[in-house]
């Protein structure tokens, strides 16, 4: 990831309404540009709901 989690986390996670699922939350980073390691490792959480921005920097935070 070339990106920072929190620079990761303010570029692609805009827009988003939370909650939201999973789903929702890779949909939204995909269109938004995030890069295929990026969603990969939200894709590789067992965390099927995020509560806001903090749970997707969380997660990219802890596996970068």
């Not at 989690?5 to 540009?33: C, F």
């Not at 959480?45 to 935070?61: I, M, S, T, Y």
Request: proline letters at 6%; glycine letters at 4%.
């Amino acid at each position: 990831m070339e990106d920072t989690p929190i620079d990761a986390t303010r570029k692609y996670v805009h827009d988003i309404e939370w909650p939201a699922s999973k789903e929702t939350v890779l949909a939204a980073m995909e269109q938004n540009g995030a890069p295929e390691d990026v969603l990969k490792l939200v894709r590789s959480r067992d965390q099927e709901k995020f509560v806001g921005p903090n749970d997707v920097h969380q997660a990219l935070w802890v596996q970068s």
